[in-house]
């Protein structure tokens, strides 16, 4: 074996080989922890799993708003239970002021049944929308 037109020692070249085998094997490992997307099927599954634990548990115990927030933050989430949306966007499907909105969000967050994983805000005259992430 050479580089460039310059020979590699032995020693050298089965360190080499040992090192391409262990980033391979580490590669494997760390593709098989990975989450994999879970199939349409078990998609609706989980997401209907998710609406009736919260109905279940958490919706009489929250006020009103927080009740209309999840719901629409729920139908707006991918399979993973993620949402981009805009408070004026929640405003608008929810019906709901945009104090009543934040006070709902607020609550979902203190409860433990939403993350904010970005608040929107304006950066340099642009909005942004929030990110959020529904916990089961």
Avoid: C
């Avoid at 760390?30 to 994999?36: I, N, P, Q, S, V």
């Avoid at 719901?71 to 991918?78: G, K």
């Amino acid at each position: 074996m050479t580089v460039n037109g310059i020979p590699i020692p032995p020693e050298v070249q089965k360190q080499l080989k040992m090192t391409e085998a262990a980033l391979q094997a580490e590669h494997k490992k760390e593709m098989r922890g990975r989450a994999r997307s879970p199939s349409p099927k078990n998609v609706y599954r989980v997401r209907w799993n998710m609406l009736n634990r919260f109905v279940d548990r958490h919706m009489a115990t929250l006020p009103i708003q927080a009740a209309a927030v999840w719901l629409t933050l729920f139908r707006h989430a991918d399979g993973k239970g993620e949402v981009v949306l805009a408070m004026s966007q929640l405003v608008k499907a929810t019906g709901i002021s945009l104090y009543s909105v934040r006070k709902g969000r607020d609550a979902l967050v203190k409860s433990g049944l939403l993350a904010v994983k970005l608040k929107g805000n304006n950066i340099d005259g642009r909005y942004t929308t929030s990110r959020y992430k529904l916990e089961s």
